[in-house]
């Protein structure tokens, strides 16, 4: 199993790098071009030499200037079509980060429109070649999710039951799911802390600190504990925090469990703050961060959604966040780093966020990590949501060699070389 890394969204490549790229190609076929102007100069001056028609291959001389002109035409054109392409890929970028704010940050979206219509006049078929990789990547973005027996006979009981074809029906709950799936930078949740009691179970010295993606994600606390919280202290004598999350606890709701289906509804349907979502906030009081503190996160399945609520809220300064399988995704902004980790099968991390945005997201060190089939054939995709086959998704990714990767564990090690002490602290939270 191949693992697929990508800076998320149509974006698979930064627009100015390729145009960068376009620029080196262009230059070098105009000194290719130059080259077989100088080749033509040299048979021209030899064919008229009399005492030098014996001796060179004047002929050969003039075929090899005619081959070094069509090797600059042809990279020539490439350059063209490479700047295209980047017009192309920064155009859809453009078109879904305008679509995504227009709802709520209007005239955040009407300031993109200059540069749209720029990029539109540019070129006649720019407009379709952008559209054409939207569709792809909204194609792509969740395929598998209907591929298993499980998920095609509720796809047929859904079609039959409410008495709408699913061809009419998907679309619906995509554009559902587009919009509860995604959470833009500075959302504040609604609503009143529902009442939660959240006390420290365990409190212990980390002697390594993370310094890759697996050991990142190993962090997240089981058992009693639902949240920790590691205060990293700085060789300057300051403080930052990493906030662990775990994930739905049961499918129930009501009980004193806080990470429950109804926490989900709550961050999910209603925005509004959870219980898990105020027991998460409460941990980060009690283990010293306050507001502006500088707190990075990782959560899965539904501590991947609290994580992406805190991120985007403004409260403390949150320069990473890394969600695994989350039914949400934070609009980060540029000096923000999301790492999002995802199955195109997994009915929650791919299908409650309807693929995730088109736009890029966050810091240009973001990336996307996913793998093609990880239910491996199962009955139900779902098996593509539990932890195991992150776990080894994440595993492949540390191994990939991948250059966005290896600068993360770069930057992880840097980090860890700049802390001094770590103080973990796991905390269980319950209803009164």
Do not use: C
């Not at 899965?300 to 609290?306: D, L």
């Not at 080894?392 to 540390?398: P, Q, Y």
């Amino acid at each position: 199993m191949s693992v697929e890394i990508t800076g998320g969204g149509v974006i698979a490549v930064d627009p100015d790098e390729m145009r960068a790229v376009a620029d080196r190609m262009a230059a070098t076929a105009a000194r290719l071009s130059a080259a077989a102007d100088d080749l033509r100069r040299a048979h021209h001056t030899l064919s008229s030499t009399w005492s030098a028609g014996g001796r060179v291959d004047a002929g050969g001389l003039w075929a090899m200037a005619q081959h070094t002109a069509e090797d600059a035409d042809e990279l020539a054109g490439d350059a063209r079509g490479t700047a295209i392409m980047a017009d192309a890929f920064e155009l859809a970028d453009l078109r879904s980060e305008q679509q995504l704010l227009a709802v709520e940050h209007p005239v955040e979206a009407g300031l993109l429109q200059g540069r749209i219509d720029e990029l539109v006049a540019s070129y006649p078929e720019l407009d379709a070649m952008a559209l054409q990789l939207t569709v792809g990547w909204e194609r792509s973005s969740v395929e598998g999710l209907m591929d298993a027996p499980a998920e095609r006979a509720m796809g047929f009981l859904l079609d039959t039951s409410l008495g709408v074809p699913m061809w009419l029906l998907a679309p619906l709950l995509q554009r559902i799911t587009a919009r509860a799936g995604t959470l833009l930078n500075g959302t504040r949740l609604s609503g009143t802390a529902p009442p939660v009691a959240v006390r420290p179970v365990s409190t212990t010295a980390v002697d390594r600190v993370a310094t890759t993606l697996s050991q990142l994600i190993r962090r997240v606390p089981g058992g009693a504990a639902q949240v920790a919280v590691e205060k990293r202290t700085h060789a300057d004598g300051t403080s930052s925090f990493v906030a662990y999350i775990d994930g739905t606890r049961t499918v129930t709701s009501g009980g004193e469990e806080p990470w429950d289906a109804g926490s989900n509804w709550d961050l999910y349907i209603d925005r509004e703050q959870s219980a898990a979502y105020a027991a998460t906030m409460e941990a980060l009081r009690q283990a010293g961060a306050e507001p502006g503190s500088r707190v990075d996160l990782v959560g899965y399945s539904q501590g991947g959604a609290i994580a992406a609520a805190v991120a985007t809220s403004g409260v403390y300064a949150t320069s990473r966040v890394m969600t695994v399988g989350s039914p949400t995704v934070p609009v980060l902004s540029a000096d923000q780093t999301l790492i999002r980790v995802v199955h195109p099968d997994d009915p929650v991390g791919a299908g409650l966020t309807s693929g995730a945005p088109a736009a890029s997201i966050g810091s240009a060190d973001s990336m996307t990590i996913s793998r093609d089939d990880a239910s491996s054939g199962k009955v139900s995709t779902f098996s593509a949501h539990f932890r195991d086959a992150y776990d080894e998704t994440l595993a492949l990714a540390d191994e990939s060699g991948d250059a966005r990767v290896e600068r993360m564990h770069e930057t992880l090690r840097s980090e860890a070389d700049d802390i001094v002490s770590v103080e973990r602290t796991e905390f269980q939270a319950t209803r009164p």
